[in-house]
């Protein structure tokens, strides 16, 4: 199961590091602005690595010095159906058959600047062998 969840060191003046995404650092003014700063910073490095063909990494558990920053639904669900498409190496067209639909449209699934439907990200994740499932954290 994938975890959309990164966890985030903040240092003595506001800076931000994943520990998971090297290239993902940032820095705010406060503790609030930083934080803020961190959730842009990871939606940025996952749509970097997206846009690139590079892997995403799983995230690694998150210690009592670190803050847990969440991907934003649309990206969680696009980042999800991003790795099983690149681990298998299936095509766009391979998929696009699987689903009955144009490759254009699949092309355009994990595009982060079009918008997908959850139920066709979902019938996505289904053709791979894949389940979207959503989960409720308390927000801290």
Known sequence: MQN????????????VAFRDLPE????GEAVEDALREAADC??????????????IP???TTNQSEHA???????????ALYSPIRDSGLTHVELAKRLQCDAR????????????????????LAAMGRQLVVALH???
Do not use: W
């Not at 939606?43 to 970097?48: D, L, Q, R, V």
């Open 4 to 15: 959309c969840i990164y966890s985030a060191a903040l240092t003595p003046d506001f800076g």
């Open 24 to 27: 993902a650092i940032s820095q």
């Open 42 to 55: 990871l939606e940025e490095a996952i749509a970097n690595r997206i846009v690139a063909g590079l892997p």
């Open 58 to 60: 799983q995230p690694t």
């Open 69 to 79: 920053i969440s991907l934003p639904a649309q990206m969680a669900a696009k980042a």
């Open 105 to 124: 449209e699949v092309s355009r699934r994990p595009d982060l600047r079009h918008v997908s439907e959850l139920p066709r990200i979902e019938a996505a």
């Open 138 to 140: 308390s927000a801290a």
